[in-house]
């Protein structure tokens, strides 16, 4: 009987060690999310990304560009676009800090086509029953 062969692999998948052999995780999934990879490449390009920063920097809406988070101006240092205090663009996500103040004025005309039907409706049914 022969000894186990020590680089026999028994269907396991093949480790890796030193430099990405062509069995990498990362060689394996080559091509895919072509997209993402993209849209990265060109975050990797907006004002302030190649000086670095913070863990909590942000980003503006409108250019991509890296803001710190202690920023004290009103507008991107970047572009100029005025910054909205209620809520920062961070790397995959964005933070709203307050709600709208009200939706009372989206609602407004709603309101008032519903109290007009319903005052049209207990009007024809007074009318009809009185």
Request: proline letters at 8%; hydrophobic letters at 40%.
């Amino acid at each position: 009987m022969s000894p186990p062969d020590p680089n026999a692999t028994d269907g396991a998948p093949e480790k890796s060690f030193g430099n990405i052999g062509p069995k990498h995780w990362t060689r394996a999934r080559a091509g895919e999310n072509a997209e993402a990879l993209d849209y990265y490449r060109s975050r990797s390009k907006a004002p302030g990304v190649a000086a670095g920063g913070g863990p909590r920097n942000f980003y503006c809406m409108r250019c991509d560009g890296v803001i710190p988070f202690d920023h004290a101006g009103a507008s991107c240092p970047h572009c100029g676009e005025t910054l909205d205090e209620k809520s920062r663009r961070y790397f995959n996500w964005v933070e709203i800090n307050e709600p709208a103040k009200s939706d009372f004025r989206a609602l407004l005309p709603a309101l008032v086509g519903a109290t007009i039907v319903l005052g049209l409706v207990a009007g024809l049914a007074l009318w009809f029953f009185l």
